[in-house]
């Protein structure tokens, strides 16, 4: 049943990647390198391990137990930055839409977009720029139907890193908007 | 009236021929630089432990404003404590200009009388002498009073040196969880007093104009809220908890009204509160963050800053009665990251977050002539405050990883770290000249 | 009607007053040999002896006259005569004299007119000399004149060489005074600056004035703010500057110490 699941959530992960190539939100740019390829590791992740048969799913068909699943989609919840950007990543839509899917079928289950900064420039603008970020992903998913009180949106700027380096790989990894489950 | 204007025309001929007589020398250049002073460590008559050294003290706060460059001990060639036992020659020999020499008497009561007088080498005069009475406690005070006298009876301008400063220290308690402090010091960084204390973040440090509250950003209830704490009392209440951002609160130099951003309405906009009436004021208009928002001097105006045009950079938008007039210009070009800025009193220079090459460093625009100036020379430099005389600045930078608070002098002469023991040090506000207990 | 009319009218007339005249001085001429020494005794006599004269002697005595009157007709006659030609010839003589006269006349007016035309031959030639003169005294003065110009001329030239000679020595004094003054504002410059340190940031466009007094050794004796730049640090790095440069570089000349170097300025204008 498990793998039968992981199935289709490969299968909704290239779904979502074709229709977000055409979806209204096109990213500029400016990728960076280092998080690039760790988001594409990730990705491979699943790729790899799965088998890509032609079976249809999508966040809209998973059960509230997948929020505690470390397998699911689901577990996914970090979204990560470029610098000075508050734009979603291409590779982190798909991410994003299984959580709008999954939020749109469980209208009682809300969340927390917690958006943040890495430690460099000036804090409040760091304060900004995080809410900044989370609230471009509470656009896409809102646009993909979650209810907007099912979003609450808050930001720690750089207050709250989540690598303690000083370096590119920590600040990579704190340019970063946090997707928690209220509740779970 | 003919005649009188004769008179003037030939007595200001007459001049004129007396001046060209007299041969002038004009020098049009000389070696920048601090001006040499040197301190001798103050004679200590009575008994007991001898408390900190007033000499130091004094030497590093002329050393801090950039102004001045003090002798190190081992150049003192001798070491008199009062001006009648110098010998100005000697001194003028070390090509030093001023020297300053007193002692420190034990009092009956535990006190100390301090005497202390500046002298002009060169001319072999005194300058500046005081007789000062000095709690046993407040002798580091009465150091940065000493401080204050020498640097305005030299440069004319008021010291700030008997001051203080605010800032957030992060430590980590027993359990290894953070804890986040609100302080406050003298301006160079001694007597710290924790006012308050928190597992959430604390933000964004602002004195109100006569110096005794603090409005700062909390995280105690999980999102930024603005607070307002007596620094005496220490009793703070909850001022602003908008949904969304609460944050960057800058207190006005009235004293009535808190410049501070909100995204209740969407995206982080700066907004002026009425601090009684709690009546808001919109200030901007833009999809981009506006936030940072700093006071010209008077009220005049308010500095923000704004990614509306792509990038982080100051704007400025003029206030009648705290109402924007026309739109908001922006003032910084250099470099594609200029942010919060701390204008000084006079409004001569905002100081901003600049970044260049991917370092931040703190950077001083003079308004009038338009020069950008970078001062420091860190990787993170941040939260630049300037001193109420508007010629330091303080400024948070890292050391080893870890965060503290340096002085930089307007010019970036002068660069001097304030020690702390422990921590992370971090957004440092300078306070006003007076504290009013 | 004057006697000489009356002679002119009748000569005779004339001829009678001369001889009655002759007569009465004869006859008085007489009386008078007679009676030499005492006039008036005789006199008196000769009244007392009349009476006692006699009557044939009366008539001798008119015989006598008779005669006497009768030669005396005679006489008359001829001095009738005499007088007649007399007349004629003395008319004659009036004529010739008047001719005379007239000719004198004449000659007087000829003369006169000769000697105004002399006069005004005269004056011409007095003034004519005069004019000589005058042009003599013009040229001699023209020449004076010319010989005064050239010699002020001459003097004026010597003096203008004098003059040449010592502006070229003022002129070289100076330009040494100059020289000196330019090496001792150089090397006091120097001084000065070097000994000068102030920062930027006390302000932009500050100028002061420091005045200075020196002691012949250029000892500073005194440096004070003449012209302040308004900013005190700014002030005091200046007056500082010029006390650490103590002493200064000074000319050994006492007089251009005295006139130059004793009292001056140092302005202090980073801004050029």
């Known amino acids: 049943m498990i793998k039968l699941m992981r199935y289709f959530i490969v299968l909704s992960v290239v779904v979502t990647l074709a229709g977000c190539n055409l979806g209204p939100l096109k990213k500029r740019g400016g990728k960076s390198a280092d998080t690039t390829t760790e988001i594409q590791d990730e990705k491979n992740k699943y790729t790899d391990k799965e088998d890509s048969t032609a079976k249809f799913s999508s966040g809209e068909s998973m059960d509230v137990s997948s929020l505690n699943d470390p397998n699911s989609p689901l577990s996914q919840r970090v979204l990560y930055f470029d610098l000075d950007s508050s734009q979603i990543k291409d590779e982190d839509r798909e991410v994003v839409t299984v959580h709008a899917e999954f939020l749109a079928a469980h209208s009682d289950i809300t969340i927390v977009l917690e958006g943040h900064a890495d430690e460099r420039g000036s804090r409040e603008y760091n304060i900004a720029l995080g809410e900044k970020r989370a609230k471009t992903v509470k656009q896409l998913m809102t646009l993909q139907g979650v209810a907007e009180n099912q979003i609450q949106v808050i930001s720690f700027g750089e207050e709250r890193p989540v690598a303690l380096g000083h370096d590119a790989s920590a600040w990579n990894l704190n340019r970063r908007v946090e997707i928690l489950y209220t509740g779970y | 009236m003919l005649r009188k204007s004769i008179l003037i025309l030939f007595s200001w001929l007459l001049v004129n021929s007396l001046a060209h007589a007299i041969l002038t020398i004009e020098i049009t250049s000389g070696s920048e630089g601090a001006q040499p002073i040197a301190i001798v460590p103050f004679q200590w008559v009575g008994k007991g432990t001898r408390p900190a050294s007033l000499k130091n003290i004094i030497a590093a706060d002329l050393q801090r404003s950039g102004q001045f460059s003090p002798l190190p001990n081992k150049d003192l060639i001798s070491q008199p404590h009062q001006g009648t036992e110098v010998k100005y020659k000697t001194w003028r020999a070390l090509n030093v200009g001023y020297l300053v020499v007193g002692k420190i008497q034990v009092m009956a009561d535990d006190s100390y009388q301090i005497q202390f007088q500046l002298l002009d080498v060169f001319k072999g005069r005194q300058l500046a002498g005081y007789s000062i009475r000095s709690l046993n406690s407040g002798l580091r005070r009465t150091a940065h009073h000493i401080s204050d006298i020498i640097y305005k009876t030299i440069t004319g301008e008021e010291g700030a040196f008997n001051t203080h400063i605010s800032y957030i220290t992060v430590t980590k308690d027993k359990q290894n969880k953070k804890r986040y402090q609100l302080a406050i010091a003298d301006a160079d960084g001694y007597n710290e007093k924790i006012i308050y204390s928190s597992s959430q973040p604390l933000m964004s440090p602002s004195w109100s104009p006569d110096g005794t509250r603090l409005a700062y950003v909390s995280f105690l209830n999980g999102r930024p809220e603005i607070y307002v704490q007596n620094i005496f009392s220490a009793k703070k209440e909850k001022l602003v908890s908008f949904k969304g951002l609460n944050n960057a609160p800058r207190w006005s130099p009235d004293g009535k009204h808190l410049a501070l951003t909100l995204s209740k309405d969407g995206n982080p906009e700066i907004y002026i509160m009425n601090i009684n009436s709690r009546k808001l004021t919109r200030i901007t208009r833009s999809y981009a963050i506006d936030t940072e928002p700093e006071w010209l001097p008077g009220g005049k105006g308010l500095i923000f800053t704004s990614d509306r045009g792509g990038s982080p950079q100051l704007y400025e938008v003029k206030l009648n009665r705290n109402k924007p007039i026309g739109r908001a210009q922006r003032l910084t070009f250099e470099g594609n990251y200029n942010s919060r800025a701390s204008v000084s009193n006079d409004g001569r220079y905002i100081a901003m977050v600049h970044r260049t090459q991917g370092k931040f460093r703190i950077a001083v625009l003079e308004r009038e002539t338009k020069h950008f100036n970078v001062l420091t020379n860190g990787n993170l430099d941040e939260s630049p405050s300037f001193a109420p005389n508007g010629r330091m600045i303080i400024y948070a930078t890292e050391e080893k990883f870890r965060g503290i608070l340096s002085v930089v002098s307007v010019d970036g002469r002068a660069r001097q770290r304030l020690s702390f023991k422990q921590g992370d040090v971090r957004e440092p506000v300078w306070s006003p000249y007076k504290i009013n207990k | ?272």
């Open chain 3, 1 to 272: 009607m004057t006697i000489w009319q009356t002679i002119r009218n009748n000569p005779s007339v004339l001829a009678w007053a001369i001889i009655i005249h002759v007569l009465a001085f004869i006859a008085i001429g007489v009386s008078f040999k007679s009676s030499d020494p005492k006039i008036s005794t005789f006199k008196k006599e000769k009244v007392i002896e009349a009476i006692a004269v006699d009557e044939s002697k009366i008539q001798e005595e008119i015989n006598k006259l008779k005669k006497a009157d009768k030669r005396k007709k005679r006489d008359q006659k001829r001095l009738q005569d005499k007088a007649k030609k007399a007349k004629k010839d003395r008319k004659k003589e009036e004529r010739k004299l008047q001719a005379i006269k007239k000719k004198q006349k004449e000659q007087e007016v000829i003369n006169k007119k000769k000697s105004i035309k002399e006069n005004k031959r005269l004056a011409e030639i007095e003034r004519k000399q005069k004019e000589t003169q005058n042009e003599l005294n013009k040229l001699e003065k023209q020449q004076q004149e010319k010989k005064a110009l050239l010699e002020k001329e001459e003097k004026d030239r010597q003096e203008k060489i004098a003059e040449k000679k010592r502006a070229s020595e003022k002129r070289k004094r100076e330009e040494h005074e100059n020289a000196e003054i330019e090496k001792y504002r150089y090397l006091i410059n120097n001084k000065v600056s070097r000994n000068w340190i102030y920062l930027d940031s006390y302000g932009k466009g500050l100028v002061c004035i420091i005045e200075i007094r020196l002691l012949p050794s250029g000892d500073v004796l005194s440096a004070n703010v003449i012209q302040s730049s308004g900013n005190i640090a700014f002030d005091r790095s200046a007056e500082l500057a010029a006390m650490r440069a103590s002493p200064f570089p000074v000319p050994k000349s006492t007089d251009l110490f005295q006139r130059k170097f004793r009292k001056m300025n140092v302005k202090f204008n980073p801004t050029k």
